[in-house]
């Protein structure tokens, strides 16, 4: 059995959160069972309850464990790991052998304000599709979409039933406008009351939220604003050293 080692020059918390690590990695802690107690985690590894909590505290704000009041806590969902890439919800979940889903929340068109247009590339007071989506996967409430779309390339777009479908697949099926480049925004923030309750969210709960254009051609065809659970995300990218010169 893995133990703390107490001349170790790693603190002591941070051996016990390596071993949880290993637990959970190893399946011996499954997917939403409960860990020990801290006072068996004390008497099994000779810890004070003050070092016990720090550990089991840094893993619940890394999100691979949860509390649960009054239960205890427990082994969290591992988290989704954010696509940089110009890819829409359906597709990405398709390829994480999830079932994506969605439902309407608003749909309508709206005259473009000032920054809209600047956004989009369209003149003040031209016609935008509004569509606000709840976004799920395997049922569960993961992101609030809202997409703006210039009317003059997406005319009927309001007749579309887009429930559980994709934006992106009808944009190019019936008006072949093929999302090919894009710029991504992503900005950490706390959901506002009515998203926190469709996302199924404690009031204050952290949200990423990310705005994306989208073009076509080398025209912006969507702006995107989209909502994200900031406990079921995480980015992850890669880090390349820069070329140095001379």
């Keep these: 059995m893995a133990h703390i080692d107490p001349d170790s020059p790693v603190p002591k918390y941070f051996q016990l959160r390596e071993i949880l690590l290993d637990l959970i990695d190893s399946d011996e802690l499954s997917i939403g069972a409960a860990i020990?107690?801290?006072?068996?985690?004390?008497?099994?590894?000779?810890?004070s309850r003050m070092t016990v909590r720090q550990a089991v505290d840094h893993l619940v704000s890394e999100g691979r464990l949860h509390r649960v009041p009054g239960k205890g806590t427990f082994?969290?969902?591992p988290k989704i790991e954010l696509a940089l890439q110009l890819t829409?919800?359906?597709d990405d979940m398709r390829a994480r052998g999830m079932i994506p889903g969605s439902r309407d929340?608003?749909?309508?068109?709206?005259?473009?304000?000032?920054?809209?247009?600047?956004?989009l590339g369209i003149q003040p007071g031209e016609e935008v599709h509004f569509i606000e989506r709840l976004r799920t996967a395997d049922g569960e409430p993961l992101s609030i979409e809202r997409a703006h779309i210039p009317v003059k390339?997406?005319?009927d777009l309001a007749d579309h039933d887009l429930s559980d479908k994709s934006l992106y697949e009808l944009l190019e099926s019936?008006?072949?406008l093929v999302m090919d480049a894009g710029e991504l925004t992503i900005d950490g923030g706390i959901a506002d009351p009515s998203d926190a309750d469709l996302l199924k969210l404690p009031?204050?709960?952290?949200?990423?939220?990310?705005?994306?254009?989208?073009f076509s051609g080398g025209v912006c065809a969507e702006l995107g604003v989209s909502t994200y659970r900031a406990d079921r995300y995480q980015l992850r990218t890669l880090l390349e050293m820069p070329v140095r010169r001379g």
């Design 153 to 155: 390339l997406a005319p």
């Design 174 to 176: 019936r008006y072949g």
């Design 105 to 119: 929340l608003d749909r309508r068109v709206v005259r473009a304000s000032a920054h809209l247009a600047k956004e």
């Design 36 to 47: 020990p107690s801290e006072r068996e985690l004390c008497q099994r590894f000779g810890l």
């Design 203 to 214: 009031r204050g709960g952290a949200v990423l939220l990310l705005q994306r254009r989208s």
């Design 88 to 90: 829409s919800f359906t």
């Design 75 to 77: 082994v969290a969902r």
